[in-house]
């Protein structure tokens, strides 16, 4: 749970974090902030899918395992 929780915690404040220096580097900020938003959005993704039951309650999880479990 523990590990969960900080891969979640680096993608989403290095997402944050790369959009914020996007702005400040010239020529690649689309790339740059895109990036930054993706990884914000897996963090999102990696912590829902983390969850005790799952975020989407069905009976067969991205682990293979039975959702209640």
């Not at 997402?15 to 990036?35: H, N, P, Q, R, T």
């Not at 829902?48 to 069905?58: D, E, L, Q, V």
Request: glycine share 16%; net charge positive.
């Amino acid at each position: 749970m523990i590990l969960s929780f900080i891969i979640f915690l680096g993608l989403f404040v290095g997402g944050i974090w790369v959009m914020g220096i996007s702005f400040g580097i010239a020529g690649i900020e689309a790339l740059l902030f895109c990036a930054g938003l993706a990884m914000v959005c897996l963090s999102m993704a990696w912590i829902m899918r983390a969850g005790r039951s799952g975020a989407t309650r069905r009976s067969n999880n991205w682990d293979g395992g039975p959702a209640t479990s």
